[in-house]
T-cell receptor, first 117, second 113 residues
Framework: DTGVSQNPRHKITKRGQNVTFRCDPI?????LYWYRQTLGQGPEFLTY????????KSRLLSDRFSAERPKGSFSTLEIQRTEQGDSAMYLC???????????????FGPGTRLTVL | SQQGEEDPQALSIQEGENATMNCSYK?????LQWYRQNSGRGLVHLIL?????REKHSGRLRVTLDTSKKSSSLLITASRAADTASYFC?????????????FGIGTKLQVIP
């Protein structure tokens, strides 16, 4: 399978616990994105990596959230001290540089659904 | 904040009919993209239209872009039950540097067999 993969697919945790999600992008894509999606809404941008560099972070990404892409391949998103409001689908996407400097098509993984009890 | 706003938010049609969804946005863009999402799944990229393009086709999909009105439409012709999904427009700004892609809240399409 050469698409974007995410693990785990589902995570149930108790409030206050830490959770970590993993994303494996398409191998030749140097750009990686994390989004959060709640029911009935579109994906909300969280952060963006170009290779191993984290170039953009949303204000939605509080200090309890941290993302890494240590070798420019897979990425992890950690949420510390989870809150019930963190319950959402966390989506990862990857892309290659777009033509003429524009962002090209993003290829999404299946997402990790987080439920915080 | 969500830049794109899709209209209608929900649409129900009979199989074989055409489905039209609209997207409006606020700031100038580099490109606009349409995605499909089946329930509980990730998003699938459908089509990208650049700001200097007015119309684009891909199979049964036709996308138009009117930058003067800051709006786009997605037409699905001869709809099938398998087209049932949520459809999102996503815009990328053009004011330099990295401009994130911003998604709307989507149109939920139901195609009745």
């Amino acid at each position: 399978d050469t698409g974007v993969s995410q693990n785990p697919r589902h995570k149930i945790t108790k409030r206050g616990q830490n959770v970590t999600f993993r994303c494996d992008p398409i191998s030749e894509h140097n750009r990686l994105y994390w989004y959060r999606q709640t029911l009935g809404q579109g994906p909300e941008f969280l952060t963006y990596f170009q290779n191993e560099a984290q170039l953009e972070k949303s204000r939605l990404l509080s200090d309890r959230f941290s993302a890494e892409r240590p070798k420019g391949s897979f990425s992890t998103l950690e949420i510390q001290r989870t809150e019930q409001g963190d319950s959402a689908m966390y989506l990862c996407a990857s892309s290659s540089p777009g033509l003429a400097g524009g962002a090209g098509a993003q290829y999404f993984g299946p997402g990790t659904r987080l439920t915080v009890l | 904040s969500q830049q794109g706003e899709e209209d209608p938010q929900a649409l129900s049609i009979q199989e074989g009919e055409n489905a039209t969804m609209n997207c409006s946005y606020k700031t100038s863009i580099n490109n606009l993209q349409w995605y499909r999402q089946n329930s509980g799944r990730g998003l699938v990229h459908l089509i990208l239209i650049r700001s200097n393009e007015r119309e684009k086709h891909s199979g049964r999909l036709r996308v138009t872009l009117d930058t003067s009105k800051k709006s786009s439409s997605l037409l699905i012709t001869a709809s099938r039950a398998a087209d049932t999904a949520s459809y999102f427009c996503a815009t990328r700004g053009n004011s330099g540097g990295y401009q994130k892609v911003t998604f709307g809240i989507g149109t939920k399409l139901q195609v009745i067999p």
